[in-house]
């Protein structure tokens, strides 16, 4: 592994600014961690975000690969499930789209947060355009332009026919149904809600004051889906739906998906890499691993290329590796491993699957909290290597 030495004001400097510098594969240490030996059988159990699995399972998978004394497990129950595994320490790590809330951090007392991607929301749909070619009915492809007060009464069930003046007025020409607008929404606790209903409690006042942001939310209409998985499946199964899905499980399924108007009002944007790396770019006062991350969000963020319904993902872990019970010294040192591992070289695998690899004020922010781990009192690993 090449190595690249940092100084410490370097690294000062680096952390105080923000950075549009996205770092897909970079060694930023002196002294990396040191991985697991082979034939160790260490076993690390995650859960939590669907948002993230089909990264997360590219990692778990790539990691065992390099290293076979580690074998990671990541069950993909949603945000809230995981969140609440890790609270009550049944996993070695949690993982979430929604950072934790006070309430959580106090429940949760000495954690540490790790953002390990960053991904899009896309708002999906599956509208017949009254076309049949070879049997089958012809869906509008991508490009439906949605703003985010008629997004948010689409979901609010106040607009409920495709061919409502809200939605002909941004797409002249575009062939739009009379039929009823069937909701597909998350059927459990989830960090791609908290993401979505955030963005719209930002653009839409009559949003935040009915329903609110949150992993859960009091729906008022639609069918609901377990995980990303799930709403994927409902709408591409029920004609004339839409739901919010993660722009992976979106691409993976071929789905048609809506262009969102921007926070600065002047244009409709795809959920693109790089639409969703300027978003991230606007990210700046970074709290450290062991701070507060509850206002951290990036939905709505200015600029003229930035997608309005971006998110961060993070891992959870707690700090004193000996609080959590199976845990010896060896599967602590793994785990700091991991994560490092997924911040750094990991990261060369987030655009294949289309996330953003994270801008190196993030990687550093994640790799000075790897520093706070301790098992019994003793630091587990420092990048001065003492």
Avoid at 335 to 356: C, N, P, R, S
């Amino acid at each position: 592994m090449a190595k690249k030495i940092i100084l410490g004001l370097a690294l000062t400097l680096i952390l105080m600014m923000p950075t549009t510098n996205m770092v897909a594969h970079a060694q930023l240490v002196q002294n990396p961690p040191t991985p697991p030996a082979d034939g160790s059988n260490i076993k690390l159990t995650g859960a939590g975000s669907s948002f993230i699995f089909p990264l997360m399972d590219k990692w778990r998978v790539t990691y065992h690969g390099l290293y076979s004394g580690a074998t990671i497990n990541y069950q993909s129950v949603g945000s809230a499930a995981g969140i609440n595994q890790f609270t009550a320490k049944t996993v070695d790590f949690g993982a979430s789209d929604a950072p934790l809330s006070p309430s959580q951090a106090k429940a949760a007392k000495n954690s540490l947060t790790f953002v390990d991607s960053i991904g899009a929301i896309t708002i999906s749909y599956n509208i017949p355009n009254g076309q049949i070619k070879n049997g089958v009915a012809q869906i509008i492809p991508s490009g439906l332009k949605l703003d985010g007060p008629t997004i948010a009464n689409i979901f609010e069930g106040k607009i409920i026919y495709w061919n409502d003046p809200a939605i002909v007025a941004n797409n002249p020409g575009v062939y739009l149904p009379n039929a009823k607008i069937t909701v597909v929404h998350r059927s459990d606790g989830s960090g791609t809600t908290y993401g979505f209903t955030d963005y719209l409690s930002k653009v839409s006042s009559t949003w935040k004051h009915d329903i609110g942001e949150g992993t859960s939310v009091p729906w008022r209409t639609g069918i609901g889906g377990p995980g990303n998985a799930g709403v994927a499946h409902y709408v591409q199964l029920t004609p004339f739906s839409i739901g919010y899905v993660e722009l992976a499980y979106a691409e993976q399924n071929h789905m048609s998906f809506a262009y969102v108007k921007n926070a600065d009002g002047n244009a409709f944007l795809a959920p693109t890499i790089d639409s969703t790396k300027a978003a991230a770019s606007t990210l700046s006062n970074i709290p450290p691993s062991n701070g507060d991350w509850s206002k951290v969000s990036i939905t709505n963020a200015p600029g003229p290329n930035s997608y309005p319904i971006a998110s961060l993902t993070y891992i959870m872990a707690y700090q004193n590796r000996d609080t959590v019970k199976g845990t010896d010294m060896n599967k602590a040192n793994a785990l700091v491993d991991f994560i490092y591992w997924i911040v750094t070289d990991g990261q060369q695998y987030a655009e294949k699957l289309w996330y953003v690899p994270l801008p190196q004020n993030i990687q550093l922010v994640d790799i000075n909290g790897l520093q706070m781990f301790k098992y019994k009192g003793q630091q587990l690993w420092s990048d001065s290597g003492n």
